[in-house]
Each structure stands twice: as C-alpha cells, then as structure tokens.
C-alpha cells in the first residue's frame, strides 16, 4: 500500500522522528506541507498527517495543509507528539479528525505521544520530557504503522 506521511516538525525534531519510525515500517514517503501539494495524498492509499502539538493545537501549517485538501476517499490518521498529555473532553488531534473527516476520509485511530518540550514556563527549567520520545515511543510508533499496514479497514 503506497503511504504518505505529512509532517510538521519545528521545534526539536520529535515528531520527525515518530515520522521515520512509522515510515520505517510502511515503507513511506514523509514530506512537509510546504514540501506536498494539496492533490498529493489522491495519489496514495494511506496518509498520516503529523506534527507536533502548541497551546493543546496541531501545528497551522499542517492544519492549513489539511483545508487546502480536495475531497477525498483515502484512509488518513493523525500522529503527534506533546508535552502534555491530551485531555480527555477535548483531545488535540480532535479538529484535524474532524476536518478530514469531512474531506471524505476514513480517519483510523490517532497516535500520540510524549515529548521534549521546552516552551514556556518550560523552558525555565530546561523542558519537559527531556529523553523523549524514547525508543520505546518509537517501537510504538512502528507498532502502530504496522496495525494500519496491517488491518486496512480499521477505522475510527
């Protein structure tokens, strides 16, 4: 199954790197927004749209990205990294989801997970989550990758 993933990653390469642990396992090509036009992703069978999280937001530019996006009948899912964990009433893959779901994609469940952040009142004390993510966020991240390579109808 051809793959693509969209990924924004500006701060310290964390969501990057989940990115290449999952492109790793599905064999896919990883580009940025700026890097991927709007009619790409009609062009593969999977896309994983990416980056890391702001004030409980995904990154504008992917969100732009994610807009610009004709309609669609792709599977698509949502990865990223944080410093601070979702909440619960109100997780911040939740828009992006629902944006692609009206675009016409079949969204599968979102990947998440922790990692370095250092803005503030982070960055008074050298940030949080200072090793992550770690190898095992990255075997996650590849075990993911392999339950949609390997279950292609499951969805959200």
Known sequence: ????????????GNTRRVAQA????LDARVLTPQEASATDPAGYGLV????????QR??????????????????????????????PFAPFTRPLTRLLHAKGFAVEPAFTC??????PPF??????????PDEDDLSAARAFARARKNHPTTTA
């Not at 530019?61 to 601070?84: I, K």
């Open 58 to 87: 995904m990154h504008p530019d992917l969100l732009a990205f994610a807009r610009a996006l004709p309609p669609s009948s792709g599977r698509a899912f949502v990865f990223a990294t944080s410093g601070l964990p979702q909440l």
């Open 1 to 12: 199954m051809k793959t693509l993933l969209v990924c924004t990653s500006v701060s310290h």
């Open 22 to 25: 999952m492109a790793d396992v």
């Open 123 to 132: 960055n008074l004390i050298g940030g949080i989550n200072q090793q992550r």
């Open 48 to 55: 994983g749209f990416g980056s890391g999280v702001f004030s």
């Open 114 to 119: 922790r990692a370095l952040d250092t803005w």
